[in-house]
């Protein structure tokens, strides 16, 4: 063999030195390192240091980093808190479950009933119109239609079907309901709508020449296609309305304490180990809820 072929080959096989061959074998690492630090900085970091800040000892003006579980027994032995807590899941299970009621039709509708694509953006874009606003308008902007003078009551005993105002439909745990569910509606309609457009039609005729009532094609075909995006919904729907504060002080008069107003009080009165025990449980709260709906579908697969 001559020697300059023995010699490129060995200089071929020989690691090279401009470090190409490091990145080669390394360079997915690279590309994960933005993403991990900025994970690990922004939300392992400040979840971990909840956790500690949440079993520091808190005074009436001061706050120590000795541990205790003071902190953590005031919460669950207080009526007040716990109630608060049993309150938001309750809320955000009525949001969920009415913005699923309201946004699945409206979906279906669109994913299915239009067949235009532009009319079905137009549509979707029709459904996000409000969040052109200010979200803070959009929830003041229901007093004066649930107050007592307001115009659904105007309404109601203008044509009759009511002889005194309905004073339930402001600042009650009602008006919480009817606020969430008109805002976060569109995070349910979208994900479902998306899904539901990605049907094949062949799909609707083989059933129907095969016999299959509506009802039938709904519940074996329809339904279990769009199940990712009611999925999808669903979890956009729960992580917001279980940290939600806003809408119940704007809609409830500061009557409904859900756990993200206790947590704005209590950073406000600079009470910082009760406010991380109470983020910590929201936290808890989210994760399980999130994991039991991720259970329900295997989003990897079907998205």
Request: charge should be positive; include cysteine; glycine fraction near 8%.
């Amino acid at each position: 063999m001559d020697g300059a072929a023995v010699d490129t080959r060995l200089a071929s096989a020989a690691p090279s030195r401009d470090g190409s061959g490091f990145f080669r074998r390394h360079g997915h690492l690279l590309l994960l390192a933005p993403g991990v630090i900025w994970m690990v900085l922004f939300l392992i970091v400040p979840l971990a240091m909840m956790v500690y800040v949440s079993f520091w000892t808190q005074t009436t003006f001061a706050i120590k980093p000795d541990l205790t579980l003071k902190s953590w027994a005031t919460f669950f032995a207080s009526e007040t808190y716990f109630g608060a807590l049993l309150r938001t899941l309750r809320i955000w299970l009525t949001v969920l479950l009415l913005t699923f009621l309201f946004g699945y039709p409206t979906a279906l509708y669109i994913g299915q009933f239009v067949r235009n694509k532009t009319v079905q953006t137009i549509l979707l874009v029709a459904c996000v119109i409000p969040f052109w606003t200010s979200f803070l308008i959009r929830v003041l902007a229901w007093r004066p239609m649930l107050g007592k003078e307001g115009a659904i009551n105007i309404v109601l005993q203008g044509l009759g079907i009511i002889d005194h105002p309905i004073e339930v439909l402001l600042f009650t745990e009602l008006s919480v309901i009817i606020g969430m569910v008109q805002i976060y509606v569109v995070f349910m309609v979208g994900p479902v709508a998306f899904m539901l457009a990605r049907i094949d039609d062949s799909l609707f005729e083989a059933a129907r020449d095969l016999g299959a009532s509506p009802m039938t094609i709904f519940r074996k075909i329809t339904f279990p296609l769009s199940l990712p995006g009611v999925v999808v919904g669903a979890i956009f729907v729960s992580v917001m309305v279980l940290g939600e504060f806003a809408t119940a002080s704007a809609l409830s008069g500061r009557k409904v304490n859900l756990l993200g107003n206790i947590i704005v009080t209590q950073v406000g009165s600079l009470k910082w180990a009760f406010a991380a025990v109470i983020g910590v449980v929201l936290t808890v709260v989210m994760a399980t809820v999130i994991t039991a709906l991720l259970r329900v579908v295997n989003l990897r697969r079907e998205l």
